[in-house]
């Protein structure tokens, strides 16, 4: 989805005096001005298509370990910790507890790397997922 249409392109392209480096735009404009609604509707086309990608990611992330048979909610919490997903992204993803998540998560860090591990994002974990 293309998020910057021509209305938004001629709405940046109009101002003339964007003000200060930490003014907000939003302060510049007048709230009824067609350019800042225009600016208003371009973040809330980012926010929706934010929202799509995560929940397509989710989808083939469930899909990738239906593939790989993991069925075990703890295989599956491991499994998504190792490609560097949080607890709180775990249980957006696999329906468990936030709680069981966690002790899965420490015991599984304990027995493993001690507590040197960092999270990424969901993108990231699922394109190692399919990298392997």
Known sequence: MDCITPML???INSIDDWGDANDKIDCLLSPNDWRLQEILKFRKRIVL???SREQHDITAIRKELARRKLADKQYQTE???QH????GKI?????IARSTADKIILEYRASHYGDKRKVMGITDALALMRAE
């Open 49 to 51: 298509v934010e929202k």
């Open 79 to 81: 499994f998504l910790y």
């Open 9 to 11: 392109s001629e709405a």
């Open 84 to 87: 560097g997903l949080s607890a």
């Open 91 to 95: 249980t957006t993803i696999i329906d």
